[in-house]
């Protein structure tokens, strides 16, 4: 079946800086865009990022561009969302999800269990 695993999630002080990981397996992982999405406490999931199948094009929420990177390693199955600058507002669930490319939740079809990362101020 279908795995998305989500690492490097962690406590980090402000203005530090994260690299998340995902590593798929089950689907064909380089016919997929791939997203990060994010859940803070009592706030619906939002976007965070995408990178399409191949890594020519990505996409980035406003509150992250220039500070968030995206990137992907198809011959590891694995989707990096590289987080500098990070902000206490950037605290939440992190996840990662694989479907098509754009920043529509219902574009995705497949969802990892997410990592927690926490910024302090």
């Known amino acids: 079946q279908v795995q998305l695993v989500e690492s490097g999630g962690g406590l980090v002080q402000a203005g530090g800086s994260l690299r998340l990981s995902c590593e798929a397996s089950?689907?064909?992982?380089?016919?997929?865009?791939m997203g990060w999405f994010r859940q803070a406490p009592g706030k619906d999931r939002g976007f965070v990022s995408s990178?399409?199948?191949?890594?020519?094009?990505?996409l980035y929420a406003d509150a992250v561009k220039g500070r968030f990177t995206i990137s992907r390693d198809n011959a590891k199955n694995t989707v990096y969302l590289q987080m500098n600058s990070l902000k206490p507002e950037d605290t939440a669930v992190y996840y990662c999800?694989?479907?098509?490319?754009?920043?529509?939740?219902?574009?995705?079809?497949?969802w990892g269990q997410g990592t927690q990362v926490t910024v302090s101020s």
């Open positions: 990178i399409q199948w191949g890594g020519s094009s990505t």
């Open positions: 999800a694989a479907g098509s490319y754009g920043s529509v939740r219902a574009l995705y079809d497949y």
């Open positions: 089950g689907l064909p992982f380089s016919s997929y865009a």
